[in-house]
């Protein structure tokens, strides 16, 4: 069972997640905004992988993953990025920070249990 941090700041949207990777077992645990999340990780350690919105108060998903890269003992982590309004040369600019995967909203479950997997066996593997 995999520890995956998930920074969304919208109630709904982290049922829809929590509904849709239970089939995966896995163990989750959510925060609202970046500060919180990079707080969590520093301080609990030990994710596997990091979910994170772009937009988010306080310390949105971009200077999350900046923060997360620039971190030795977090760079290693796969990230996956949640948004539905960003753009191509966007999603481009996350890839380059250092996300692993990016995954449009409005969620599609299978899509996002996929992602999660692949993002999983990178993390166990070594790689990004």
Do not use: W, Y
């Not at 994710?47 to 003992?73: C, E, N, W, Y």
């Amino acid at each position: 069972m995999a520890r995956i941090l998930i920074a969304e700041d919208d109630p709904m949207v982290r049922r829809t997640i929590a509904k849709g990777l239970a089939p995966l077992n896995h163990d989750l645990l959510f925060v609202s905004d970046g500060i919180h999340a990079m707080d969590v990780l520093r301080c609990n350690g030990g994710f596997d992988l990091l979910i994170t919105d772009i937009s988010m108060p306080l310390l949105d998903g971009r200077q999350l993953v900046s923060s997360v890269m620039h971190d030795k003992a977090l760079s290693s982590m796969p990230v996956l990025i949640m948004s539905g309004v960003v753009g191509v040369r966007d999603i481009a600019d996350l890839l380059d920070l250092g996300a692993s995967k990016f995954l449009a909203k409005p969620l599609n479950m299978a899509a996002l249990r996929e992602d999660v997997t692949h993002c999983l066996e990178l993390s166990l593997a070594g790689t990004r």
